[in-house]
């Protein structure tokens, strides 16, 4: 008897378990998948190489990316900026001040012209207060922890 009854305990925990997976937002299920992924790899959430700071640099540079492709007014490699006057020329390196990872290397792009003025990172900007913020919820709005 003792075993029949352990066995629908079992389940009736297992149910609430589920249950409790499917009232979670998108949002909060990619959140817990990206914990459970850093754990597994090793990483840590915040700190010198963590999670953080790693979704921090990817989220900065494709924003970079993308307001390069706006100024420009065509993608990467696309033969519509042949003969232009005006392509992308390569990137530097930058490092910025976050509040929570710290001290994040960049690669902003250039253009031939010099006339790339980012918004997302400010020229002779260092210091990015609310980006640890705006990341996360960028990232956990997609619905996807895939990197």
């Known amino acids: 008897m003792l075993g029949e009854e352990g066995a629908v305990m079992t389940a009736t925990l297992d149910d609430v378990t589920k249950k409790k997976l499917a009232e979670q937002s998108a949002e909060q299920q990619a959140a817990t998948e990206l914990v459970r992924l850093?754990?597994?790899?090793?990483?840590?959430?915040?700190?010198?190489?963590?999670?953080?700071?790693?979704?921090t640099k990817t989220v900065l540079e494709t924003a970079l990316n993308e307001e390069m492709t706006e100024h420009l007014g065509y993608e990467k490699h696309d033969p519509a900026g042949a003969g232009t006057g005006n392509v992308r020329n390569g990137t530097r390196g930058k490092s910025v001040l976050t509040e929570h990872s710290g001290h994040v290397e960049i690669e902003v792009p250039r253009d031939r012209a010099g006339a790339f003025a980012p918004q997302i990172v400010r020229k002779r900007q260092r210091r990015l207060n609310g980006?640890?913020?705006?990341?996360l919820s960028l990232v956990l709005s997609q619905g996807s922890c895939r990197f």
């Open 38 to 55: 850093a754990k597994e790899q090793g990483l840590s959430l915040t700190g010198p190489d963590g999670l953080l700071k790693q979704l």
């Open 131 to 135: 980006v640890d913020e705006i990341v």
